[in-house]
């Protein structure tokens, strides 16, 4: 597990011990999409590896205009892994974007966005490490259909685990045996159908260079969860495009298809994307103190409180889809109260339980899979420093169910709550930016928020849906 190579020296013999005849170059949009620029191996060599390979930015969403078009990517070798899917041998190589107009690493590539985030941190002398540990939830279906025209839009998601498919004619004949709404957590087979496929997955993301440690069905019907060992903020990120590349092919070749959108299910859990945290300098752990309450340090305190301060503006870049919020609501575990509790998985902030100082820290379980991850660690990265600066304090800690509150006994205590909707975290960004600069530069934010406007929040406002037909078409 982890590199297979450490040097531009170890890449070409890694190449050749591996008869590797193409050279994929990835890189991640503001989106968080992977994308990619395959080169013939003969066509690769140490020069361009370390000046950069040049690929047109005009053509990626919200980044470069047609007239200042060219751009590089910077290969980092250390991160090549052989491609599991491809016919021919095939190594990938994560990227990040050069801007040759200004002369600096691109200001909207995600990647170079969360080294800043570590540097800026090592210059305020708070931290010289961060690791975050993503748990990225999933769902596996059968079938997805979906319409959306000027006339008509629907959808229609299909699995055998569902059960809506009780009274369904199956080749081979209907089991019967099915997790039920809310009923998919650990049951063993045959109601856990994904066994085999998850092993497989989890098999695939071991050969790719990721330390897996367990594979178990969620809560709702057909959905999964793969758990991987944490990492530093840039390879934790890099993790999450590796896994989620890997359980969509797998499934995929299995004649499935794999989503991490936050609720495609109406009246069952939602997928979400739980980031561990810690901040570590000269070794030590920031976020530990024994003996004090779970043994979080003022340090650790101060994060929290820094991002729970910003959390509406954060949520742009952690919860960046319309589908986000359809998540976020009371009742189906996704925490969006802000408070924080040791073991509680009803707050938004849980401390997992863990002995001494190797692992203590804090689990922020509100951001989602549709997210940038690169993106998502940044922001909140960046509203944790500005609270040690501020020394912010969060509401908690509380350890009651926060599901059984009322709105209303919610606002008496005086506890903030995310934004409802995707326009609210973006509107919130507009006001509050300031903790995210010099890391997010300006052109960025307006950038992200303005494409986040055109792209999900004015064309969802502006489509009537089903339900809406169902409420007010006879009035």
């Known amino acids: 597990m982890g590199k297979f190579v450490n040097s531009v020296k170890e890449f070409f013999t890694f190449c050749e011990e591996n008869e590797v005849e193409f050279v994929d170059l990835r890189f991640t949009d503001i989106k968080g999409a992977w994308h990619h620029l395959t080169y013939r191996y003969s066509a690769i060599n140490e020069t361009n590896l370390t000046t950069g390979i040049p690929f047109d930015g005009s053509s990626i969403d919200a980044w470069q205009p047609i007239n200042r078009s060219d751009m590089l990517l910077k290969p980092e070798v250390e991160t090549a892994f052989l491609d599991p899917f491809t016919a021919d041998p095939t190594v990938i190589v994560f990227c990040d974007v050069y801007d040759i107009y200004k002369g600096q690493m691109y200001e909207k590539c995600p990647r170079s966005i969360a080294k800043k985030a570590l540097k800026h941190a090592e210059e305020l002398g708070i931290a010289d490490a961060a690791y975050f540990g993503p748990e990225n939830e999933f769902f596996i279906f059968d079938d997805i259909r979906f319409v959306d025209t000027i006339n008509e839009a629907g959808y229609k998601v299909d699995s055998a685990e569902g059960e809506w498919s009780d009274n369904v004619a199956i080749e081979g004949g209907n089991t019967g045996h099915r997790p039920r709404t809310k009923g998919g957590y650990f049951p063993v087979q045959p109601t856990d159908s994904m066994v085999d496929l998850r092993a497989e997955m989890m098999q695939v993301l071991e050969e790719v260079g990721l330390e897996v440690v367990l594979g178990h069905h969620e809560v709702a019907q057909a959905q999964g969860e793969i758990g991987i060992v944490f990492s530093d903020i840039i390879g934790a990120a ?119 100082e190797k692992a203590t820290r804090i689990e922020m379980r509100f951001p989602d899979s549709t997210s940038c991850p690169y993106l998502a660690f940044a922001a909140m990265m960046m509203a944790g420093l500005d609270g040690i600066k501020n020394k912010d304090i969060p509401v908690g800690p509380m350890d009651e169910d926060l599901f059984e509150l009322s709105l209303n006994e919610i606002r008496e205590k005086g506890i903030p709550q995310m934004p409802h909707t995707l326009r609210g975290s973006l509107e919130a960004l507009i006001r509050d930016n300031d903790f995210l600069k010099p890391v997010f530069t300006q052109e960025f934010i307006d950038t992200y928020q303005g494409y986040k406007f055109q792209t999900q929040v004015w064309p969802d406002e502006a489509r009537p849906t089903a339900f809406e037909f169902k409420t007010t078409y006879s009035c």
């Open 238 to 356: 890099d993790n999450v495009q590796k896994l989620k590349y890997v359980i969509k092919m797998v499934a995929h070749l299995n004649g499935k298809t794999a989503t991490f959108m936050p609720k495609p299910l109406f009246g069952d859990n939602g997928n979400g994307m739980h980031v561990h945290q810690s901040l570590w300098k000269d070794g030590k752990n920031l976020f530990y103190k024994e003996g004090a309450y779970a043994n979080l340090s003022e340090d650790a305190l101060h994060y929290i409180g820094g991002v729970f301060k910003h959390a509406r503006a954060v949520a742009a870049f952690t919860n960046p889809s319309t589908n986000s919020y359809k998540r976020l609501i009371p009742g189906f575990e996704a925490p969006s109260i802000l408070t924080y509790s040791s073991q509680n998985r009803s707050a938004s902030c849980r401390i997992p339980w863990g002995a001494g």
